[in-house]
Nanobody
Framework: QVQLVESGGGLVQAGGSLRLSCAAS????????SGWFRQAPGKEREFVAA????????YYADSVKGRFTISRDNAKNTVYLQMNSLKPEDTAVYYC?????????????????WGQGTQVTVSS
């Protein structure tokens, strides 16, 4: 099984930055894509960003384009989410996930493994 652990969340002021990390362990195969999702109180879990194994293709929700950057370091089994120009509406629990295919997806059902989430709070 694959285990994912997020870190890097916290409390920041609007306009600030955070970098989230997602460390994977117990992986027996490679080549799958990864993604970040978030869920705010009273809201459905939503797609944030995704990246293919090579790291050469990334996809973003419209709400975070130009502000967030997803990247990965396969040698470290780690996926990152750099978040800049944070807004109060970015406040949510952020989850990393690993897909069950080599292709990028924005659908929750296409991700086989999930972390437990890390809280990001942006104050105004």
């Amino acid at each position: 099984q694959v285990q994912l652990v997020e870190s890097g969340g916290g409390l920041v002021q609007a306009g600030g930055s955070l970098r989230l990390s997602c460390a994977a362990s117990g992986r027996t195969v490679s080549g799958y894509s990864s993604g970040w999702f978030r869920q705010a109180p009273g809201k459905e879990r939503e797609f944030v960003a995704a990246i293919i194994w090579s790291g050469t293709r990334q996809y973003y929700a419209d709400s975070v384009k130009g502000r967030f950057t997803i990247s990965r370091d396969n040698a470290k089994n780690t996926v990152y989410l750099q978040m800049n120009s944070l807004k109060p509406e970015d406040t949510a629990v952020y989850y990393c996930a690993e897909a069950s295919s080599t292709y990028v997806s924005r659908l929750l059902a296409d991700y086989a493994y999930w972390g437990q989430g890390t809280q990001v709070t942006v104050s105004s």
